[in-house]
């Protein structure tokens, strides 16, 4: 009997942990993404940011409609975000959805102790750059897998 009372309690406290968190949808005109409903979402002059309530880090979502910057300079300028030393070859380039070339960088700043991943979808002047930072002692686990959940819902409307 106490077995049963033992795998039963496991079993119960294995479901309510696992449980997946709320989520709320972001919609602005051009594009979307859900966050975890306990996060909260501001917009300061169109550059958005997502973040969990206390603050140890955040989505940014900044998009530009006119920006002449060819393909060909487009990891220098994702380097410069960071005045990473790194070499363009560690921004991993695809074609997105919709006709957008995707770009993606990871970076840790040493300094600050924060990790950075970068998306850039762009197609002609059409940009939208999305980070993540997270700070160090808080991105293993959870708010890693919420941050980057979050970040894999974005969609472009149009």
């Known amino acids: 009997m106490k ?16 449980q997946k968190l709320g989520t709320e949808l972001y919609d602005s ?13 501001t917009n300061d002059a169109g550059i958005v940011n997502i973040f969990p309530t206390n603050q140890i880090g955040a989505i940014t979502i900044s998009e ?4 002449n910057l060819p393909k060909a300079e487009i990891k220098k300028f994702i380097l ?11 921004i991993k380039t695809g074609s997105g959805k919709k006709g957008y070339t995707e770009y993606n960088y990871e970076f840790f700043d040493e ?3 924060i990790f950075w991943i970068t998306k850039v979808l762009q197609k002609e002047k059409k940009l939208y750059l999305l980070t993540i930072n997270c700070q160090q002692k808080y991105w293993n686990g959870n708010y890693m897998k919420l941050f ?6 974005f969609k472009i409307k149009k």
């Open 3 to 18: 077995k049963i009372i033992f795998i039963v309690s496991v079993f119960i406290s294995v479901l309510s942990f696992s």
């Open 29 to 41: 005109e051009n594009y979307s993404i859900e966050m975890p409903d306990t996060w909260k979402a």
């Open 64 to 67: 530009y409609d006119d920006l």
């Open 80 to 90: 410069a975000l960071y005045k990473s030393s790194d070499e363009e070859k560690k």
């Open 111 to 113: 300094h600050e102790k």
């Open 148 to 153: 980057n959940e979050a970040f894999e819902t």
